[in-house]
């Protein structure tokens, strides 16, 4: 009866290491500063349902926030980095599969990437378009209603709060409509002008 036992239960523990889930992400050997980075990743055994995702943030600074990764066929994903600001020397990075109700399923191994002026990263034309839209989420209710620590603005058009709940971003999208409602006079001057804004009449003049 024990063999029969045993012999079951290494059955099992073999059909379970058969479908096991497990996903992997490339080491960046760097990532620039003020653009967007490209990783790839890749995941076996992903039932339906489940999103893969990026995970990253400002080394040492705050909580992670995750994008989606994108799919390019057999187990294989890319995903896009919103861009660093200058401060930002470091990210930390993950993926990560995530079932239905937002719990982790898989992970891969925890990676940093130093993050400088000198890291060329040509993007496709799909990935641009990725990169120029983005929408990151959220992991704690602390980070909503502000900027994503340690990247910029630029690309980050949509947010999801820790609680699945979509949103457009109100800060990028804030600095967008100010700049887009600023006068037309002032609109129109080139960038190496200036504009003189007289708000008192000269004693000079009537």
Known sequence: MKRILIAA??????????????????????I????????????????????????????DHGETYWVELEPAG??????????????????E??????????????KSAVRTAKVNGNCPVRLAEREEGVAG??????TVAQQQGKGVLGFLCDGIVTRINYQG??????????CVVAWWRLPTALAAVPITGILIIDDEPSPSRP
Do not use: M
């Open 165 to 174: 709940i979509r949103r457009s971003d109100e800060i990028c999208r804030a």
């Open 93 to 106: 990075y993950y993926a990560a599969l995530v079932d239905a109700a937002g719990a982790v399923v898989a």
């Open 32 to 59: 620039p500063t003020g653009d967007n980075a490209l990783v790839k990743a890749t995941a076996s055994n992903e039932p339906a349902g489940e999103s893969p995702r990026l995970y990253f943030k400002w080394r």
């Open 9 to 30: 239960g290494a059955a099992l523990l073999a059909a379970t290491a058969i479908h096991a889930q497990t996903v992997e992400i490339e080491q960046l050997q760097c």
């Open 133 to 138: 839209n983005l929408t990151v989420g959220e």
């Open 74 to 91: 057999g187990g294989r994903y890319w995903g896009i980095f919103p861009r660093p600001e200058r401060r930002n020397e470091e990210v």
